[in-house]
């Protein structure tokens, strides 16, 4: 079975960071009319005709932050990152990347190659980084963008690297495995609409596994205590730096007592239920190209109706 969250990562393309010094080698590709460029505002996108614009370099600004992203489909790509002005001046027109997605996610759909969502999220993670970290944290100076776009250095020579903080989102089960009354545990915060719930999910502390991390989140947002951990899956997520770890939990107990600071309600589904609300409307579950939703149809065991 495929799952929602693989199809944002078909068409990995080569990253060749063995290039991103090599000045003479990127003029040359830039000067290549097969070449691809994607212009980012601040760290907004402007789409045309419903789609992800990729240019010719002779099309793009003159000036910005070149950033090589690889190489794939027997071309070059890269992404341009210039100041935040022009999305400022038309914020309805430039999107952030979380207003992209359905883009992307439909692009099967809309007969645009799906292989362009691992360069999107690739352009848009090194322009969030590039946005945030514009003066060195050790010791104040202004950093200057280095090797196409994926080093930062500052005049006193501390050097820094885009950063991707782990992250681990959780889909806990209680019962016999594959049983009738096995039931799985999600969650919804207060600003969501009514009915939408999801997985659980939460960052990795310092000095923490990932399976710990896995455990003391859904104790801290439910009460619920979790045994067993399993691996599942990854989702790179930059919005706007994590990579999204997926695991499947066994609980050991199954009351709840959720926290009221990030979750709201919590709730145990049967499969029986999950399909009965889903198909009703009553029920919201995680949009389709999430590790979420993958997680959720693993757990049920097939595609299910309704998404955000």
Not at 67 to 85: C, M, N, Q, S
Not at 283 to 289: A, E, I, N, S, T
């Amino acid at each position: 079975m495929e799952y929602p969250h693989e199809r944002m990562a078909s068409g990995a393309h080569d990253r060749i960071g063995v290039r991103r010094r090599d000045e003479a080698w990127m003029d040359e590709r830039w000067a290549d009319p097969e070449t691809r460029v994607l212009v980012v505002s601040g760290t907004r996108v402007r789409p045309r005709d419903g789609a992800v614009p990729w240019v010719a370099p002779g099309d793009a600004p003159a000036d910005g932050t070149r950033v090589l992203l690889g190489e794939g489909r027997d071309r070059t790509w890269f992404a341009l990152v210039t100041g935040p002005e022009a999305a400022q001046a038309a914020p309805e027109e430039w999107l952030p990347l979380r207003a992209l997605l359905p883009r992307l996610a439909g692009a099967d759909q809309e007969g645009v190659d799906l292989s362009e969502a691992p360069l999107v999220f690739h352009a848009l993670g090194i322009a969030e980084w590039l946005w945030a970290t514009r003066f060195c944290p050790r010791c104040s100076e202004p950093l200057t963008p280095q090797a196409a776009g994926h080093e930062l250095v500052c005049p006193n020579g501390h050097r820094h690297f885009p950063r991707t903080d782990p992250a681990v989102i959780m889909l806990v089960a209680s019962g016999e495995p594959g049983s009738e009354d096995e039931r799985c545990l999600l969650g919804r915060q207060a600003v969501w609409p009514e009915g939408r719930f999801s997985t659980l999910a939460g960052f990795c502390e310092p000095g923490e596994t990932l399976e710990d991390a896995v455990r003391r989140e859904v104790a801290e947002e439910t009460g619920v205590a979790v045994g067993e951990v399993t691996y599942f899956g990854n989702q790179p997520w930059p919005l706007p730096a994590s990579l999204m770890l997926g695991f499947v939990g066994r609980a050991t107990s199954t009351d709840i007592a959720v926290d009221d600071d990030e979750i709201e309600d919590a709730r145990w589904f049967t499969r029986a239920e999950m399909r009965a609300e889903a198909e009703a409307g009553t029920l919201v579950l995680p949009g389709g190209v999430s590790i979420s939703r993958s997680l959720v149809e693993h757990w049920y065991g097939g595609p299910l109706p309704g998404q955000w």
